[in-house]
């Protein structure tokens, strides 16, 4: 069973940064796509960014140039650098990694940004 174990949230003023961290219980090498989505109060589940087995990367427009996907094999973490904060950031966060037809996804982590 795949276990996915996000961190790094918490509160943070608009214009500040955050690393969040997701890390897997196995080797994230056999993972297709792994990636971020995030889900405000009221909203639907949407889209972050993404980074597949082969290194390529997928960002929402929303955070393009701000947010950043990264993926250590060897520490089987796949991390989202943000940064320039904005309160409609405020969202829990989770980690999602994709194996064939299986998905698998974190219990979240919350980020709120104050204005």
């Known amino acids: 069973q795949v276990q996915l174990v996000e961190s790094g949230g918490g509160l943070v003023q608009a214009g500040g940064s955050l690393r969040l961290s997701c890390v897997a219980s196995?080797?994230?090498?056999?993972?297709?796509?792994m990636g971020w989505y995030r889900q405000a109060p009221g909203k639907q589940r949407e889209l972050v960014a993404t980074?597949?087995?082969?290194?390529?990367?997928n960002y929402a427009d929303s955070v393009k140039g701000r947010f950043t996907i990264s993926r250590d094999n060897a520490k089987a973490t796949v991390y989202l650098q943000m940064n320039t904060l904005k309160p409609e950031d405020t969202a829990v966060y989770y980690c999602?990694?994709?194996?064939?037809?299986?998905?698998?996804w974190g219990q979240g982590t919350q980020v709120t940004v104050s204005s």
């Open positions: 980074t597949t087995r082969g290194g390529r990367t």
């Open positions: 196995g080797s994230i090498l056999s993972f297709n796509v």
């Open positions: 999602q990694a994709v194996y064939s037809a299986y998905v698998y």
